[in-house]
């Protein structure tokens, strides 16, 4: 399993819908609801993680060190500052912003995934999971059809813990 957001990408990116192949079970992205529907893709759910701007900001910031986008060792003095103003002028990270990613500013991101949408959406807030990670992933096996008995659940909710 995967064990960081560089590697959660990958195995999701792998399993990325090929021509004539069934449906992936699962995908991860960060488009808006629209940018998948027009995708063409069979959606039979969603599961829309809302974190708080300000995190997702953070989040943002060190994934882009993580993945090279910005390398603090070569960058000049005051890069970050740089790098957080311009997330905030587009409410979101410009390069994620249209093409390829397909994600939106953080507002209509957000306002794109409470739409009515032609499929059941479960929303779930990243802080709640962080707070009480069984009643997450309760919640999450219910919404797919999965049984959420206690012992099932206890060891997913360990398993995807983070470190403290």
């Not at 064990?3 to 808006?32: I, M, Q, V, Y």
């Not at 070569?74 to 997330?87: H, I, Q, V």
């Amino acid at each position: 399993m995967p064990r960081d957001s560089r590697e959660l990408d990958e195995f999701c990116n792998s399993r990325a819908p090929r021509p004539g192949a069934a449906p992936p079970a699962f995908r991860k992205t960060h488009a808006t609801a629209a940018a998948v529907l027009r995708e063409g893709a069979a959606v039979a759910g969603a599961v829309h993680i809302l974190r708080h701007p300000l995190d997702t900001m953070v989040s943002a910031l060190r994934y882009a060190v993580l993945t090279g986008e910005v390398s603090p060792e070569a960058a000049t003095p005051g890069w970050e500052t740089a790098w957080l103003d311009a997330y905030i002028d587009h409410a979101g990270h410009p390069a994620w912003i249209g093409p390829p990613i397909q994600a939106a500013s953080w507002p209509e991101h957000l306002a794109a995934w409470q739409a009515a949408l032609p499929f059941p959406v479960l929303s779930l807030r990243y802080e709640a999971l962080l707070a009480a990670p069984e009643q997450g992933v309760r919640d999450l096996a219910r919404f797919c059809g999965l049984p959420d008995d206690s012992e099932a659940v206890r060891a997913a909710a360990a398993a995807t813990a983070f470190p403290a």
